[in-house]
């Protein structure tokens, strides 16, 4: 920084000496004004290839007076030392008003595997903070080895603090994936809905949403991304690891399509067009993504909406990222009220009838909507990609799959299961499990929900004298929210409204359930359950994958599923995001328990019976470790999103395994998720999952098929780890079975052998020995030794 030394004037006096002093006070006031700058929104890096990755910042003007210039030139420095020390690497990148100040530098000459560290440098000096990620090689390089992800969708300002990116941060990964709603547009006023007697204003948590309106220009979205990227959650997990991002509808507007915006205000002329390039312009200008195209200076001149695009992890994994709002979505069914919409119809067939008097003329109602709706959804012309980007898609994974890369990993937006929750299949399930007492309490919630008799309701059952009682995590403030919420059916709660218009508001919804549940009947097009034509395109596509999973967000909801084609084959796993702070199912089905809302969606077994698992109730992510064995999923959920204090607060609500084809052949396992222990919190943290238990090889038997044992060998002794029922025979795919359950995951089929087993006596048997006798015959059994890879 110069200062008034290196302006020294001469010896002199007069005018030259004061006019040497006033320059070096103007050059004093320069080199000050120069500090004027600051990065209040962080750093971020993206999209990383081998040899290059994005960079982000935006520098922000502090001064008192507008900025020297309509652009600022950043020094930008990338090290291997966190101290800047050891190899640097210095670029530059300018940031414009253009562009809202934001940077974006594609930082070039970079090699994979190399942990970088790196900063901003604004003129006079300013440094921004610190931010580190590191490449992947190229695809189909051996070297890989796991690939670790944290996948996040739906952050809301309003209902909740960001603290699953501030979890996040704390983790080893090689990038985090943003699956869309990085921001809503929403006023403070529009989201959730709710009814006129408590607006969604007074349900906020988290407040200060700026500008405190919905957002229609591009200045608007600029100010929300802004305050956004103001978290300290958001900013410690954008420098610790690089960004993968795609949108969904929020950054522009809610059920976004590809000729506009159902929501739209009809006041607003010609705001379709205009909105959409804003909002696309903001999110290109404030995410650290890699554009095939420029920025325009207008929005109007805006049009990059192809951010599909692929990005490899050598051989473990290729990622495939589409674009499914804005290039060629279909429309919703009730744009301009021309289309189809089955909750209202559904509602007038059932909603007068009690749902145990169902007779003939109700079944005829219902089938016709049903009718209605499936040709709707099949209709092989409705798309959400569009027909060149699911060309794109197939040869992308062919070109994947023919390198030898492992995963063929396919990010979507919106979930590839049905959303067909059953009530009346989860009772019968909890009863068949013999969970009684939940199958009792979840019997009387549903016949109370949809009978319409005040006096059932308010009766003098011990289990709904006061109304359901909801334990949820739920943290938008109604008068009747707290650590329980408590919903009265009949509307009797002191001072306060149901939020579903009455009692006679929830009946129906429970009715219109029952009626979707029972016949199957679509309530929700948004996500692919409303374009089934090409969703089994894209089965089609999965099904020529090495391994194929899919990731989605949207729904607020944790799901993990298989997906399968129409014949029963499974060809994908799916892995499904909750949102990080927004409202869901706790808002739709307020009338049900959550653990029992959970058991009904799984009950209902989604897409061709597909669901495994579902997760109402929590905010947070999945953390995905991907190997050449294995994708195993960890579904984190947050304790407390609804207060500052809870940013370490969290934990692993549930963990599964998808192993590949080669693996499952080998463990003898089915074509199908498996249910497995979360991974601790020091392996997230480290990166470096824990080896199985060090056993020398296992072997499985059944001598004289009477009762067959797994042994662990280890240093010549043998340890017999569990035993199968007596008169039990063992298959090749049940000894892997039970190998597995006791603890031992990494293991290979060889051929089968035979093991002198000795004499008959229990003690022997269980050692596996003979004392150094010999045996023949019916003391020879075959067995089958499982070796570590």
Not at 50 to 78: F, I, K, N, Q, Y
Not at 178 to 185: A, M, R, S, T, V
Not at 305 to 324: M, Q, V, Y
Not at 570 to 582: G, L, Y
Request: hydrophobic content about 40%; overall charge neutral; some cysteine.
């Amino acid at each position: 920084m110069a200062t008034l030394s290196s302006f020294a004037a001469p010896r002199s006096s007069g005018p030259v000496a004061v006019c040497y002093a006033l320059l070096a006070l103007g050059a004093l006031a320069i080199a000050r004004g120069q500090q004027d700058w600051s990065f209040q929104h962080g750093v971020a890096s993206g999209d990383p290839l081998p040899d290059r990755v994005v960079l982000w910042t935006r520098a922000t003007w502090t001064g008192t007076a507008a900025p020297p210039s309509d652009s600022v030139e950043l020094s930008v420095e990338v090290a291997t030392g966190q101290d800047f020390s050891g190899e640097l690497i210095d670029y530059k990148v300018t940031c414009t008003a253009a562009a809202d100040w934001t940077c974006k530098l594609d930082a070039m000459g970079l090699s994979p595997a190399v942990k970088y560290f790196y900063r901003f440098k604004a003129p006079g000096g300013v440094t921004s903070p610190t931010g580190r990620f590191h490449l992947p090689y190229p695809r189909g390089d051996a070297r890989q080895g796991r690939v670790r992800l944290a996948v996040f969708s739906c952050s809301n300002w309003g209902f909740g603090y960001f603290h699953a990116y501030g979890v996040a941060a704390r983790y080893e990964l090689d990038a985090w994936v943003h699956l869309g709603d990085f921001i809503y547009e929403y006023g403070p006023d529009s989201y959730p809905a709710s009814d006129p007697d408590h607006p969604a204003s007074n349900q906020a948590v988290r407040f200060g949403l700026s500008p405190a309106h919905e957002i229609l220009t591009l200045a608007d979205y600029r100010q929300r991304y802004a305050l956004y990227r103001t978290d300290p959650s958001l900013q410690a997990l954008s420098a610790s690891t690089p960004t993968i991002a795609i949108w969904d509808d929020h950054e522009t507007a809610n059920n976004a399509w590809r000729d506009g915006f159902p929501d739209a205000p009809a006041s607003q002329n010609n705001i379709t067009a205009l909105r959409r390039a804003a909002g696309v312009q903001a999110w290109h200008e404030w995410l650290p993504v890699r554009p095939s195209g420029g920025v325009g200076t207008q929005p109007s001149a805006y049009a990059e909406l192809a951010i599909n695009r692929t990005l490899h992890f050598g051989s473990t994994l290729s990622l495939f990222l589409t674009e499914d709002r804005l290039q060629a979505r279909s429309s919703p069914p009730y744009v301009n009220g021309a289309l189809y919409s089955s909750p209202g119809a559904l509602g007038a067939a059932v909603g007068g009838v009690l749902p145990s008097k169902w007779g003939p003329a109700e079944e005829a109602k219902i089938l016709a909507v049903k009718a209605q709706t499936d040709a709707f959804a099949g209709d092989p012309n409705r798309t959400i990609l569009g027909k060149p980007q699911v060309a794109w898609l197939k040869q992308q994974n062919d070109d994947s799959s023919a390198a030898g890369v492992t995963w063929q990993l396919f990010a979507v937006t919106t979930i590839m299961q049905d959303i067909l929750p059953n009530p009346s299949a989860a009772i019968a399930a909890a009863n068949a499990s013999g969970d009684a007492a939940n199958a009792a309490f979840w019997g009387a919630v549903w016949a109370n929900c949809s009978s319409g008799a005040v006096a059932q309701v308010n009766g003098s059952s011990p289990t709904n004298a006061d109304g359901i009682h909801l334990y949820s995590t739920a943290c938008y403030r109604r008068p009747y929210v707290g650590a329980e919420l408590k919903f009265n059916l009949s509307d009797r709660t002191p001072g306060a409204a149901t939020g579903y218009g009455g009692f006679v508001g929830v009946v129906a919804a429970c009715r219109l359930l029952e009626a979707s549940s029972r016949y199957n009947v679509i309530l929700d097009f948004d996500a692919w359950q409303g374009f089934r034509a090409e969703r089994d395109e894209l089965l089609d596509i999965a099904s020529d994958s090495n391994n194929a999973v899919f990731i989605a967000g949207d729904s607020h909801v944790f799901w993990a599923s298989v997906l399968k084609k129409a014949n029963g084959k499974v060809v994908a796993a799916e892995f499904d995001v909750s949102s990080v702070t927004s409202v869901g199912f706790e808002e739709i089905f307020p009338f049900m328990p959550v653990d029992m809302l959970a058991a009904s969606l799984v009950a209902g077994g989604g897409f061709r019976g597909g669901l495994r698992y579902a997760n109402t109730d929590r905010k947070g992510f999945i953390y995905l470790a991907i190997d050449g064995e294995k994708q195993h999923a960890d579904y984190i959920g947050i304790d407390d999103h609804c207060t500052p204090a809870g940013v370490n607060s969290s934990f692993c609500m549930a963990g599964f395994d998808r192993y590949t084809s080669i693996e499952r052949a080998k463990r003898g396992l089915p074509n199908d998720l498996q249910r497995t222990a979360c991974l601790t919190e020091e392996e997230r943290v480290s990166g470096a999952v824990a080896a199985p238990p060090s056993y020398d090889r296992v072997g499985c038997s059944s001598y004289n098929g009477a009762k067959p044992t797994v042994f662990a060998f280890t240093s010549g002794s043998t340890q017999v780890v569990a035993e199968a029922a007596r008169g039990q025979s063992y298959t090749v795919e049940q000894c892997a079975t039970a190998a597995r359950a006791a603890g031992m995951r990494l293991f290979a089929l060889n051929p089968t052998r035979t093991r002198c087993l000795g004499s008959k006596k229990a003690g022997t048997r269980k050692q596996g020995l003979r004392g150094g006798a010999t045996c023949s015959g019916a003391g020879r059994v075959p067995i089958y030794y499982l070796t570590r890879k």
